[in-house]
């Protein structure tokens, strides 16, 4: 049989089918044709060097926020997933009941890569999110209507995967549970699961997590004060213990401030590991701190989190979380892309970009052209600097490159992973972040993506401790 390309020589970790070691995957017509120990090149048209490499199905982002141009906040999830290596993006309840019609029509339907969506309680989703614009789309309850979530849900069956709320000081105003109850029944009525956004309270997090039923989500597991899930401690709090006994699942969602890094180490010395790792990535914090799920991915694996369990989170759990058995894993049949990583040295200039210091770290980004790359981790220990408090400047490229417009640069000020000014927190020692190469932005929004179902990526494999 003749393959259309070969991807030889690779690792390849699906954690879903428990395969690691090395294997060649070949394609033919945009399907995954053969995945054996050795495969003759010479029966393939193109032939892909993934010696040293990882091959693995490709990222699902559980959270992110894609409905660009509709939404204050959205991204274009092509130009994300060509740098990401994602080919599925989950976004997280951007659009609500009055305009998922739109969201679906002018972008996901348009988007060559994969995107699957949670509705918003809030009859109008995300609305009232900028650097000078905070208006909750839950502090009026009377965009809470549920009726009306059920019926998107439904004339949407095929794209929808749950029903998400955002309930806090920030997302709720004085609104306080309401929001909480109402999304569930929501979700109850549709047969779907709940994703519960915490931020600021009220509500409190030990309000809304007895609500969370098994399979529902809960995102920002790892946020910082107030509402973190660890005493000042370290010690975790025994609602977050018997929501995981539960079955509640815990996903990242780092986005711009809810990802703390002390509170990941708490929790990660208790045993209690995120059940999947997403970005959160929108407008705001795709130029940092969050970037993408790759650097997401890194920094579970700079804090001690195994590389095949990292890869897990971020394939086979959501995907079994929104109920699609098809994605996450590889297996004859499937329809799929390939991409392929090396590291290379860049000034430290460009380090900065990505919000890392150089310290003691040896830390390592890939560019491509003009596209913003990954960071690696690599060698010695890496060392994390945040402050509480930062000017992060989105210069006009970086909006209109990934979605939003305005002109000169723009200020936010906002919280930088939970952190106090000055701190600096060591993260661990010799890892390295998964990352793509330029053939990812080749392939992903090719011939190959025409039906957005890609599987593969191939990444840079971490160094061997010494």
């Avoid at 993260?427 to 993506?449: M, N």
Wanted: with cysteine; glycine share 12%.
């Amino acid at each position: 049989m003749q393959f259309d390309l070969l991807v030889k020589g690779g690792r390849l970790i699906d954690p879903a089918s428990g395969l690691d070691g090395q294997r060649d995957v070949a394609i033919a017509n945009g399907r995954i044709a053969a995945i054996e120990a050795a495969i003759d090149a010479e029966h393939a048209t193109r032939v892909v060097d993934a010696r040293d490499c990882i091959v693995t199905p490709g990222l699902i982002d559980l959270h992110s926020h894609v409905y660009w141009g509709g939404t204050s906040l959205g991204v274009d999830a092509d130009r994300l997933a060509a740098k990401s290596g994602t080919t599925t993006f989950i976004d997280a309840g951007s659009a609500g009941a009055g305009n998922f019609l739109g969201f679906r029509r002018h972008v996901i339907e348009r988007s060559k890569v994969r995107i699957l969506a949670y509705v918003n309680i809030s009859f109008a989703g995300i609305f009232g999110f900028s650097q000078t614009v905070s208006v909750g789309e839950c502090s009026d309850l009377r965009l809470c209507e549920p009726r009306e979530t059920v019926a998107a849900v439904r004339e949407h069956a095929d794209v929808v995967v749950g029903v998400k709320v955002r309930s806090g000081k920030h997302a709720g105003g004085t609104s306080g549970i309401a929001p909480v109850d109402l999304a569930l029944e929501a979700a109850d009525q549709a047969g779907l699961p709940l994703m519960a956004h915490i931020d600021e309270p009220p509500p409190g997090r030990s309000e809304v997590l007895p609500r969370l039923r098994r399979g529902d989500i809960l995102t920002h597991c790892f946020r910082p004060f107030p509402n973190a899930p660890v005493f000042a401690s370290g010690a975790v709090r025994p609602d977050m213990r018997l929501a995981r006994e539960r079955g509640v699942i815990f996903d990242i969602g780092h986005g711009m401030g809810s990802f703390d890094f002390e509170v990941a180490k708490a929790m990660l010395a208790e045993g209690l590991s995120p059940d999947v790792i997403s970005s959160d990535v929108h407008l705001y914090c795709v130029n940092g701190p969050a970037f993408d799920i790759l650097v997401c991915m890194s920094k579970l694996m700079a804090l001690g989190m195994p590389l095949v369990e990292v890869l897990r989170a971020a394939t086979q759990k959501p995907a079994e979380a929104i109920d699609r058995p098809d994605l996450g894993t590889l297996k004859v049949g499937g329809v799929n892309l390939m991409t392929q990583g090396r590291a290379e040295d860049v000034p430290q200039r460009r380090q900065r970009e990505f919000g890392w210091c150089q310290g003691e770290s040896d830390i390592r980004v890939r560019q491509f052209g003009d596209q913003a790359g990954t960071c690696v981790f690599h060698h010695r220990a890496v060392i994390e600097r945040h402050r509480r408090q930062v000017a992060h400047r989105v210069p006009t490229s970086v909006r209109r490159q990934f979605g939003g417009g305005g002109g000169g640069h723009e200020t936010e000020e906002r919280r930088r992973d939970g952190a106090h000014t000055g701190d600096t927190v060591r993260i661990g020692e010799d890892r390295q972040l998964l990352e793509v190469s330029k053939f990812t932005q080749i392939d992903l929004l090719g011939e190959l993506a025409a039906n957005r179902a890609g599987q593969i990526l191939v990444v840079a494999e971490p160094p061997a401790r010494k």
